[in-house]
């Protein structure tokens, strides 16, 4: 037996591995919590390295833009190189801010619009595979983030959080095949299911009969417990009726540039705090960066709440 | 040990690629599968009870970032491991085509296996996610020689200082 097991080591160590794996996978499946006791403990230890390649590609990032647009000053006019390129770092460094700002305020606009308390959070590191849709944020159970927790930025629903650790949390794209949203169509309050296929989206369980139309607003229901009511999910793209069964085939177009995801809004439960105030138009803002941004440009009560 | 740390590292690595700076390499929206090519060089080159727990390890670091299905990559990476090591009795593997082309014939491999289970399980399998799994597979593919010649460097590195 000892000789057998010697003899063939690779081959039972591979067998029993692949039981335990189909055994967490089955267990998985099974339960709606993930088993995975490794996670927590991972995703806390991985979140400063995510964290520091991601500020490092941002910053590569910023000194080719500056690099591109001293090249472009130079070629423009050669005798006020110095002083058009110190404008143009100027325009470029207030457009960056403007750009800021905007985002800001469309997010400060949104936790007006859902009413619960939100926390700002930034997208750290994306899903290990090209299968799945799932994104990791700069914050976790110390802001206040739960599992479950909706993700919303001012285009619609991101996901929601799946995962949580102290100082991070994974969270479930709607473009996830694991995900489902339950949904109505605006306009004529028809209801369904919002499945994930990637890149699209799919309005399942609609009846046949059901008015949908081309173009029609997805909007979320509000009944499963997670998302709020009325933030939108996507359009629909394309409405068949097949010859057979009961449903209609929906296909939604999330309108959330998920691969361009910078910043979120996650919901950690309760009333706002503070008046949601309109926030200013500010241009003066000093710094760059939107943690920084914040409570520098005085949107008040709101922006802390947010920052 | 020295070689178990070399591979921890190269894992650490390449799940930390991924889930960070590959995601902005404008290949669609498919990813090279980095932890897949440092599995098909355990099979290779380590055939032993650590190399099948490296892959299986390997594995379930994957599935701690991706997606929601716990178990997935574990048993697809050892999968991967287990057909290399089977294949690598039969077949003479050496060199940089050859590595190239079991890289791919295991993307290939872990596609089938990760479309098997999730039929067999949960049933939400897409084409798209298996066209982004082939691609994935294939850049790997052709970095295999690259990644290949870094390990060997830093095994004989270890090797020689120990």
């Not at chain 1, 063939?8 to 039981?19: A, F, K, P, W």
């Not at chain 1, 403990?41 to 647009?69: E, F, K, M």
Request: charged content about 20%; aromatic content about 6%; proline content about 3%.
């Amino acid at each position: 037996m000892i000789d057998f097991l010697r003899r063939y080591q690779v081959l039972v160590s591979s067998g029993t591995l692949l039981l335990i794996a189909t055994m967490l996978i089955s267990a998985n499946t099974r339960r709606e919590e993930r088993v995975d006791p490794l996670a927590r403990l991972v995703l806390d230890a991985i979140y400063p390295l995510q964290l520091a390649v991601n500020q490092v590609t941002g910053g590569v990032s910023d000194i080719w833009q500056g690099y591109v647009d001293l090249v472009g000053a130079r070629a423009e006019a050669e005798a006020l190189r110095a002083h058009v390129g110190v404008l143009k770092g100027e325009l470029t460094r207030l457009a960056e801010v403007e750009a800021a700002n905007r985002r800001l305020r469309q997010l400060l606009k949104l936790r007006r619009v859902v009413g619960e308390r939100l926390v700002a959070a930034r997208v750290i590191g994306w899903d290990a595979s090209a299968r799945d849709r799932t994104i990791t944020l700069d914050r976790g159970e110390q802001d206040g983030v739960v599992s479950g927790a909706a993700v919303l930025v001012p285009e619609g629903v991101v996901g929601h959080v799946f995962r949580v650790s102290r100082r991070a949390a994974r969270v479930l794209l709607i473009s996830d095949r694991n995900s489902g949203v339950d949904a109505i169509i605006q306009r004529s309050r028809v209801r369904g299911i919002v499945q994930g296929r990637q890149e699209t989206c799919d309005l399942k369980y609609v009846k046949r009969g059901a008015d949908v139309r081309q173009g029609d607003h997805v909007v979320t229901s509000g009944l499963d417990g997670i998302f709020p009511k009325g933030v939108l999910l996507g359009d629909v793209a394309q409405v068949k009726t097949p010859e057979l069964g009961m449903f209609q085939t929906i296909v939604v177009l999330p309108r959330v540039a998920f691969d361009q995801l910078e910043e979120v809004l996650v919901t950690t439960g309760g009333e706002p705090e503070g008046p949601a105030e309109e926030p200013p138009a500010s241009r003066d803002a000093p710094k760059l960066g939107w943690h920084s941004v914040l409570p520098e440009v005085g949107y008040g009560a709101a922006a802390r709440a947010l920052a | 040990m020295r070689i178990t740390f070399v591979i921890l590292a190269f894992g650490a690595g390449a799940i930390l690629l991924q889930t960070t700076l590959l995601h902005f390499v404008p290949i669609g929206s498919a990813m090279p599968d980095l932890v897949l090519v440092l599995c098909v060089y355990l099979g290779l080159h380590h055939q032993s009870v650590g190399g099948v727990l490296g892959a299986f390890s390997l594995g379930y670091f994957v599935d701690l970032f991706s997606g929601t299905d716990l178990g997935l990559n574990a048993f697809a990476m050892t999968s991967v491991f287990l057909m290399v090591y089977l294949l690598s009795r039969r077949l003479w593997i050496e060199g940089g085509l050859s590595n190239v082309v079991i890289v791919f014939a295991a993307a290939v491999g872990k596609t089938l296996t990760i479309a098997g289970l999730l039929a067999l399980f949960s049933g939400t399998l897409t084409a798209a996610s298996v066209r982004d799994d082939i691609l994935g597979g294939a850049v790997a593919a052709a970095v295999a020689p690259l990644v290949f010649g870094a390990l060997d460097r830093t095994s004989r590195r270890a090797r020689a200082s120990h």
